[in-house]
């Protein structure tokens, strides 16, 4: 589950990560009254967000023609007027896709006196099973194309779970990204907080970029996380109900929420043939394996090990609401899984839909003969397949003709 950059910011806080002050809103009215505040607190330039699950906002271009996503303001004014351009408005990025998203939340804070930018996140290194910190001088930029053009500025770091990151490995990371004297242990500090709201909130990602180098109004240096992204572990969410809270569904897809709503790992992909499998790993090879036969999968669709005969039908309905399929494939290997259930489920969600689109079965293990044999006598048009690539072949051949 992603969050928006207002909510990861109240984490990060909660932890004691130094940031600029701000807030979220939701009208302009709002928008103008917190520049105001802020302008009156003694702050100069002001940064105003639009908030959506995407990066690229600030290249970004609203579908009215209206230019960026992200604006820095002097005045409550100005504020105000950029805020109303921007909410109920769709914003187009490189992330979004041609249809955009919704701004209906924006974020206002403070826009510091930025000397130097840097990269950091915390995150899984699966390699290894342990906490890793990627850090790096190329802050604000895209870290795959740091990754690709200068690999030796990222700096990595694996964190000991059950000590958490000590002190010296935080000044490590200090160090590494040039910061001298009395900096290194403020950031130090940040890095702490940082990996705490990481663990604490069960997270899969936080990212901070960028974390900058700033001159407070004081002419003093500090370090702050200027932008912050944090994507959650969603199989660890029943335990954080205060983040499920954050629960943003106007920014997921609709049938991913429908999905969602029935257990069902749900993913819309561009293709014509729909799948149906249970299995993560059995729905990717699915995937692939259509794509090696000349299709294009239409969806991630995992009904996983012990899908009912409801979640089934669900999962159909859930497919005939995407108009870009034009054949379906079901691809079940039953070993927690009845074969018999599932053909029961695909019986009653055929008859309940009114499906005309071609349907190829393909199904394999616990009780497949009895679940074969109600396949066959549903009177039902369905094709089958023995092997996953004879079921691909037929599904593919559908399309094609």
């Not at 100005?78 to 109920?88: D, I, P, S, T």
């Not at 149906?276 to 969806?299: C, E, F, K, R, S």
Request: hydrophobic share 45%.
């Amino acid at each position: 589950m992603n969050i928006h950059e207002f909510q990861a910011r109240e984490l990060l806080a909660q932890y004691g990560v130094a940031l600029p002050p701000g807030g979220m809103c939701e009208s302009a009215d709002a928008a103008e009254a917190l520049a105001q505040k802020l302008i009156d607190q003694g702050e100069t330039l002001l940064v105003l967000k639009a908030q959506i699950h995407a990066g690229g906002r600030g290249k970004g271009t609203f579908k009215d023609g209206y230019q960026g996503g992200v604006k820095l303001l002097k005045t409550a004014k100005e504020v105000r007027a950029a805020a109303q351009a921007m909410l109920g408005n769709t914003l187009v990025t490189r992330q979004t896709g041609p249809e955009g998203r919704l701004v209906s939340k924006l974020l206002v804070a403070a826009a510091p006196n930025i000397q130097k930018e840097f990269y950091l996140a915390v995150l899984l290194d699966r390699a290894t099973s342990r906490p890793i910190f990627m850090a790096s001088t190329e802050g604000g930029m895209d870290i795959e194309e740091v990754a690709a053009k200068t690999p030796e500025k990222i700096f990595k770091l694996h964190v000991n779970p059950a000590l958490g990151l000590e002190p010296y490995q935080a000044r490590a990371i200090a160090i590494a990204l040039g910061l001298k004297g009395s900096l290194i242990n403020e950031g130090a500090r940040q890095f702490q907080g940082i990996y705490k709201t990481w663990w604490e909130s069960d997270a899969a990602l936080v990212e901070i970029n960028p974390l900058c180098l700033v001159k407070t109004r004081e002419g003093k240096e500090a370090i702050l996380a200027v932008d912050a992204k944090i994507g959650m572990d969603d199989n660890a969410l029943y335990r954080h109900p205060e983040i499920q809270a954050m629960r943003d569904l106007a920014e997921e897809s609709p049938l991913e929420v429908e999905a969602s709503q029935f257990q069902l790992n749900y993913i819309k992909l561009d293709g014509s043939i729909a799948c149906l499998v249970n299995g993560a790993g059995l729905a990717m090879a699915t995937m692939d394996i259509i794509q090696h036969y000349g299709g294009m999968p239409a969806n991630f669709l995992d009904v996983g090990g012990g899908a009912s005969e409801e979640q089934v039908t669900a999962a159909f309905k859930i497919i005939m609401k995407d108009p870009n399929v034009k054949a379906i494939l079901v691809n079940i290997f039953g070993g927690i899984m009845d074969c018999n259930v599932i053909a029961r489920g695909i019986v009653q969600a055929v008859k309940e839909t009114g499906l005309k689109l071609p349907l190829v079965v393909r199904l394999e293990g616990n009780n497949v003969q009895a679940g074969r044999t109600t396949l066959a006598d549903s009177g039902l048009t369905i094709t089958t397949g023995e092997s996953m690539a004879e079921a691909a072949q037929k599904v593919v051949a559908t399309v094609e003709a």
